[in-house]
């Protein structure tokens, strides 16, 4: 497995040193800097971690902050389909969870890496927590 689209929530552990969390997302992202996994992200991420920084960070260091993690990423635009398939799932409560699902699926990921496995029961991929990833990448 070498293809990760990775939930909002991994992104905020690790840019914000959310204790415990952002030690294994930590290691993740570092085998993405080394090049042995890809992993992505949609643009609605991004703009979600963006604001949760601002409340420690000013958008100035925000910015840059994001402007350098993002070299590790790649990053997806969300579109209209996107939404369509988001407002007509029912496997999703979480609408936004949905956009991150098929923007998931659209560009090719072979796993959903989020904290929250259950706001990813109705996906057709693998779903990992950090320490679930690690164990799989190990192998």
């Not at 259950?118 to 164990?135: A, H, I, R, T, Y």
Request: no cysteine.
């Amino acid at each position: 497995m070498k293809k990760i689209f990775v939930d909002t929530n991994i992104l905020i552990d690790f840019l914000t040193q959310r204790k415990p969390f952002d030690i294994k997302a930590g290691v993740i992202f570092s085998l993405a800097e080394k090049g042995k996994i890809s992993l992505g992200v949609s643009a609605l991420s991004i703009a979600n971690t963006h604001y949760h920084l601002l409340k420690n960070l000013t958008p100035e260091s925000t910015k840059e902050l994001i402007r350098k993690f993002k070299l590790l990423l790649q990053v997806h635009p969300l579109n209209e389909k996107f939404i369509d398939l988001s407002l007509n799932i029912t496997d999703f409560r979480d609408f936004e969870d949905a956009l991150q699902y098929f923007t998931a699926l659209e560009y090719g990921y072979e796993a959903i890496l989020t904290r929250n496995l259950k706001d990813f029961k109705g996906s057709n991929l693998p779903v990992f927590d950090p320490s679930q990833l690690l164990e799989v990448l190990k192998k």
